[in-house]
């Protein structure tokens, strides 16, 4: 028996074998939950499919956040499938690559709504119907990163939506407390995926973080997995509205 065994729970975010989202993945399925998966677009399925399959799930359905009438249809289905769930993966960012270089004062207001949208509102979006399925408590994860709270270079206006989702956390800890559902964020220090190659000097964050952290080292993803394996057991169970930091300590630094 594991520590996650007899939860249930929905995962958005798996894009390839390198994303968070599948780390946490394998570290549930590890411990024994049952899992079910989303996905964005035609060209994601035949990644995705074989992935869910390894890990047993009965459940892979696409899903663009940003349309509410499919986070809809995907609870919808998942209500008939399992009817009640324990937790949800939010791992999820998107902002435009032109965005992700140069200087934040030249964000557009179309590219400042769309990163703000996809990367914050949607754990909103989320949290919402699935609390519905929560009736017996439960754990929202979501994904972050030290650029909420401090400038670093190139990450502009995803920086800002960090900060939008992590206060988010906090408020919809306050929201869902009294239904025993935890919201929590995992803020992880870099590791090389799809949407972390898209920021301009993302290579160089690698280097600086080996050299400088506290434990000289960067973050593998399976420890971010097994922090989000953390958040969904109930080893955590008294802790809600938090943002942790999963970055071999490099966010003490002040720098
Ligand atoms: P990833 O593998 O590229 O995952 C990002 C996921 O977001 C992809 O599956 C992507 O799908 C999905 N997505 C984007 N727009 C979407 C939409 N409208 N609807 C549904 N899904 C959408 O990269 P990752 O690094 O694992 O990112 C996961 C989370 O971790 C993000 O929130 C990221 O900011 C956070 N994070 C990453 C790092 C890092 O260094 N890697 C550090 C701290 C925090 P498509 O590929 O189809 O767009």
């Not at 047993?56 to 986070?71: K, N, R, T, W, Y």
């Not at 994860?141 to 956390?169: D, I, Q, R, W």
Request: proline share 2%; net charge negative; charged share 20%.
């Amino acid at each position: 028996m594991g520590i996650a065994a007899g939860k249930k729970g929905i995962i958005f975010g798996v894009a390839n074998d390198h994303s968070l989202a599948w780390y946490c993945a394998q570290a549930l399925h590890s411990q024994g939950a049952e899992l079910a998966f989303t996905y964005q677009g035609e060209a994601l399925e035949r990644r995705i499919k074989p992935l869910a399959e390894e890990v047993g799930s009965p459940f892979v359905e696409p899903c663009d956040l940003s349309d509410d009438d499919q986070i809809d249809r995907v609870f919808t289905k998942l209500n008939r499938l399992w009817g009640e769930i324990d937790f949800v993966i939010h791992a999820v960012a998107f902002a435009d690559k032109k965005d992700l270089e140069g200087h934040f004062v030249d964000t557009s207001r179309a590219g400042f709504q769309l990163a703000l949208d996809v990367s914050a509102y949607t754990l909103t979006a989320v949290a919402r119907r699935a609390a519905q399925m929560m009736t017996s408590g439960g754990s929202i994860v979501t994904l972050t990163y030290y650029g909420a709270e401090k400038v670093v270079p190139h990450y502009n206006v995803m920086g800002v939506a960090k900060a939008a989702l992590e206060a988010s956390v906090r408020y919809l800890a306050a929201d869902l407390g009294e239904k025993n559902i935890r919201v929590n964020a995992i803020s992880a220090g870099p590791v090389r995926t799809l949407a972390a190659m898209g920021i301009s000097g993302f290579r160089e964050m690698l280097k600086l973080v080996e050299v400088k952290a506290p434990l000289k080292r960067n973050v593998q993803g399976q420890e971010v997995g097994n922090t989000a394996l953390y958040f969904v057991s109930d080893l955590s169970s008294a802790v809600t509205g938090e943002v942790v930091h999963v970055d071999c300590g490099y966010s003490i630094l002040g720098m």
